[in-house]
C-alpha cells in the first residue's frame, strides 16, 4: 500500500508535463514536401502501366515490387508461436 501515495504523485506528474509540450504547425509548402516525398518513396519504383491489366498481372506486379520484400522477409522470421492467441476458453471436456 506504500506504492499508492508514489504512483498518484507520478501519474499527476506525468500529466503536468503533458501540458508542456506545444506542437508547431505545418505550412502547407512543408506539407507538400513531405507528401510528395512519401509518394515517390511508396511508388517510386513501379513500372509504368502501358496497357489494360489482368488480375494475374496485377497480383504478379504487386508482389514483385520492391516495398513487398521487407514485409516478406520481416513476416518468415517471425515464428507462428509469437503470434497465436491462446483460445477465448476452455471446453467443458
Known amino acids: 500500500m506504500r506504492l499508492a501515495p508514489f504512483a498518484t504523485l507520478a501519474a499527476f506528474g ?13 505550412d502547407d509548402a512543408s506539407i507538400d514536401l513531405r507528401a ?29 515490387e520492391a516495398h513487398v520484400s521487407p514485409l516478406l522477409a520481416a513476416l518468415a522470421a517471425l515464428s507462428r508461436e509469437e503470434h497465436e492467441q491462446p483460445p477465448l476458453h476452455k471446453s467443458a471436456d
Not at 14 to 26: E, G, Y
Not at 41 to 61: K, M
Request: aromatic residues 4%; contains cysteine.
Open 36 to 64: 510528395s516525398s512519401d509518394w515517390q518513396t511508396a511508388f517510386g519504383n513501379q513500372q509504368p502501366v502501358t496497357g489494360p491489366i489482368d488480375l494475374n498481372e496485377a497480383i504478379a506486379r504487386e508482389l514483385s
Open 14 to 26: 506525468l500529466t503536468l508535463s503533458a501540458c508542456a509540450v506545444k506542437p508547431t504547425a505545418m
